[in-house]
């Protein structure tokens, strides 16, 4: 089983910049973040593979968020520089034990509660 919980987020105004954090506990072949706006479905944000450190963005955030983790601390982390109000969303940590590292919400296992985004123009 794996147990994860977010941090970090809040309240910014357009171009500035927040980190999230997702502390967890448990063994993670892959994880990441997806993210998911009032009436849209869950679409993935940035995933990273644990061992080679392989990492997917969507490109609507490619060149803006960073992905990142540290195995040591078990803390997976993501850098949103340049925001727009639409990357406004409650944003979650998800994991898997194995399989590949997708971009599709349905094939990660474990969640966290999920942290708020919210970024004015």
């Known amino acids: 089983r794996v147990q994860l919980v977010e941090s970090g987020g809040g309240s910014v105004q357009a171009g500035g910049s927040l980190r999230l954090s997702c502390a967890a506990s448990?063994?993670?072949?892959?994880w990441g973040w997806f993210r998911q706006a009032p009436g849209k479905g869950r679409e993935a944000v940035a995933t990273?593979?644990?061992?080679?450190?392989?990492?997917y963005y969507a490109a609507s955030v490619k060149g803006r968020f960073t992905i990142s983790q540290d195995n040591a601390k078990n803390t997976l982390y993501l850098q949103m520089d340049s925001l727009k109000p639409e990357d406004t969303a409650m944003y979650y940590c998800?994991?898997?034990?194995?399989?590949?590292?997708?971009?599709?919400?349905?094939?990660?296992?474990?969640w966290g509660q999920g942290t708020q985004v919210t970024v004015s123009s």
């Open positions: 998800a994991a898997q034990r194995a399989g590949l590292c997708t971009a599709v919400a349905g094939t990660f296992a474990y």
């Open positions: 448990g063994y993670r072949y892959c």
């Open positions: 990273i593979y644990t061992g080679s450190g392989s990492t």
